[in-house]
């Protein structure tokens, strides 16, 4: 069955400090890619996709995520977080007959 | 292009009761999903419609139910409601079909049942 497994709950960080949030996915081929941020009480906001090509791609708000097939993952990325970066962050994978979410992974960016 | 609206934003029911929320899809897009977002149980699909057809369904009881019009504008009903129903409900829309293209999503819906 397909899953998305993101293993770290709650990650904090200090303000500046790089950040890398891990997604991991089960799935026998190589499915669509999604990194998705809500912020506490609002909607999802897409981050970044990834459908084919390069392995590495750009997000919005500095965002990026790597594409390993060898590893089945699909981490996000900032070089340097910022105080608004803290918000729940889903992985998400599209199948082309559905769509699954991660648990989520709660951003806490402390000054 | 306006996004993904939901209607109302907050509700506040009591147990037994059912209810029923709305869901305005981005022009043009003719997938939506909804979603059941808790602290517990984070987000849980409910199910898709597209073109008007129910495509998929999560697992949950048969007291929710869905449909979607003519205009790609989605409705998704509860009914005899239970305390554990209170949740952020999320609906999606997408161009072609969820899990083929990314998703749009409204801002919600909390819904509290008392």
């Known amino acids: 069955a397909q899953s998305v497994t993101q293993p770290d709950i709650h990650i904090t960080v200090s303000e500046g400090a790089s950040l890398e949030l891990r997604c991991n996915y089960s799935?026998?081929?190589?499915?669509?890619l999604f990194w998705y941020v809500q912020s506490p009480g609002q909607g999802l906001q897409l981050l970044l996709k990834?459908?084919?090509?390069?392995?590495l791609v750009q997000g919005i708000k500095g965002f990026e995520a790597e594409f390993k097939r060898s590893q089945s993952s699909f981490n996000l990325r900032k070089p340097s977080v910022h105080w608004s970066d803290a918000a729940e962050y889903f992985c998400?994978?599209?199948?082309?007959?559905?769509?699954?979410f991660g648990t989520g992974t709660s951003l806490t960016v402390i000054p | 292009k306006a996004g993904v609206t939901q209607t109302p934003r907050y509700l506040i029911k009591t147990r037994g009761q059912q209810v029923t929320l709305s869901c305005s899809p981005i022009?043009?897009?003719?997938?939506v999903s909804w979603y059941q977002q808790t602290p517990g149980q984070g987000l849980q699909f409910l199910f898709e419609?597209?073109?008007?057809?129910?495509?998929n369904k999560g697992n949950f009881p048969g007291r929710f139910s869905g449909r979607q019009f003519s205009n790609s504008r989605s409705e998704m009903n509860v009914s005899t409601l239970e305390l554990g129903d209170s949740a952020l409900y999320l609906c999606?829309?997408?161009?072609?079909?969820?899990?083929?293209?990314?998703?749009?999503f409204g801002p919600g819906t909390r819904l509290t049942v008392l």
């Open positions: 998400a994978v599209g199948t082309g007959n559905q769509f699954y």
């Open positions: 799935y026998g081929a190589t499915p669509y």
């Open positions: 990834y459908f084919s090509g390069d392995t």
């Open positions: 999606a829309s997408s161009l072609v079909l969820a899990g083929e293209n990314e998703q749009f």
């Open positions: 022009s043009g897009h003719r997938s």
């Open positions: 419609y597209f073109s008007e057809t129910q495509r």
